[in-house]
């Protein structure tokens, strides 16, 4: 497999996720894949994968580290980083938007209400969240930052 076919790969796996958040919110396979562990399970041993290849076999650029900004740059010089941050980011997107739809379940968000937080979630990640604790604000007239 090539790295374009990896990258294509990781963000398919996410995609039916976001569907069941989506179109399902309340459904069953919803709660069994989604607000689960699976897909964060999943995801995290790919990431695993990766960050082992990077680390182990050499599958990094030269330089890559945690140390300096210049080292966290080198680390995306190399695609195995960019799947391993591409990764990252997927895995606690999905995450987060499925925090989301629980807890609009939990205060009784209408839903065509929170789907455009659920995308901006899963396109823009902290502005999809944002959106979605103003909506809560908005609609249930009070700040809480408790769930």
Known sequence: MDW?????????LVV?????????????LTGALVHSM???????????????????LGQSAEGASF???EGVMA???HPNGIIIGWTHYLVFD??????????AIRCNLPHLAV??????????GPVGLLSYLLLRFL???KFSLQE
């Open 4 to 12: 374009n076919q990896a990258y294509q790969l990781i963000n398919a």
């Open 16 to 28: 039916p996720g976001w569907a069941l958040l989506i179109f399902l919110p309340r459904s069953r």
């Open 38 to 56: 699976a897909y964060p399970a999943v995801m995290g041993a790919i990431y695993v994968a990766g960050l082992g290849a990077g680390i182990f």
């Open 67 to 69: 140390s300096s900004i």
């Open 75 to 77: 680390m995306f010089d």
């Open 94 to 103: 999905l995450f987060v938007g499925a925090w989301i739809g629980r807890d």
């Open 115 to 124: 789907i455009p937080c659920l995308l901006g979630t899963f396109m823009f």
């Open 139 to 141: 609609l249930r007239k």
